[in-house]
């Protein structure tokens, strides 16, 4: 009871307000927990499509040919960009809420909520383009095959068109603190 008046006195809520304020700081956190499941499917079938990449262009026959090689450097460059921008996003938020923990206050949990709902649209964007992307390589080549020309076919017809649209979600982005 002691450590609830605690949590009450500095947020300025009485007693009978803490659920409501925990329900609605765990579903702030929910949401990022939701977010964060998604990168961690992401991020392994991503280093997995980078081999299928390299293996069917840049280690056969198509190395010489421009357009193939491009547009893995493309897709290498724009998705390990955008994981890296979602990833930084991640941190931000765990860090301005370990601020909110140390010193409790009722403007520090507006600033912790207000700082990740306003990335909801973005970093959720970002990740769903990313995901249906994934899944479409997953659900084209299912056992990761292909020929080398069909993969650089696949590239420049599925996986780069649409890359422009999540990075530039990145730039709508609100700046952090």
């Known amino acids: 009871m002691r450590r609830i008046k605690a949590i009450s006195d500095a947020l300025g809520l009485s007693i009978d307000q803490i659920p409501g304020f925990l329900e609605d700081y765990g579903d702030i956190f929910l949401s990022l927990s939701y977010f964060k499941r998604y990168l961690d499917q992401i991020r392994p079938d991503f280093e ?97 095959a292909g020929s080398p020309n069909k993969r650089a076919d696949w590239l420049l017809a599925e996986m780069v068109p649409g890359l422009d649209r999540i990075r530039a979600l990145e730039k709508q982005a609100p700046r952090l603190g």
Request: charged share 25%; with cysteine; aromatic share 10%.
């Open 48 to 144: 997995a499509m980078k081999v299928w990449m390299r293996e069917g262009i840049t280690d056969s026959h198509l190395r010489h040919n421009r357009d193939a090689v491009r547009a893995c450097e493309v897709v290498s460059a724009n998705v390990d960009a955008a994981i890296k921008f979602v990833v930084h996003r991640f941190q931000a938020f765990d860090g301005t809420s370990r601020e909110f923990w140390k010193d409790l206050s009722r403007e520090r949990y507006g600033v912790l909520r207000q700082v990740i709902q306003s990335h909801h649209l973005v970093v959720g964007g970002i990740l769903c383009g990313l995901s249906v992307k994934i899944d479409q390589w997953h659900a084209d080549f299912p056992n990761a």
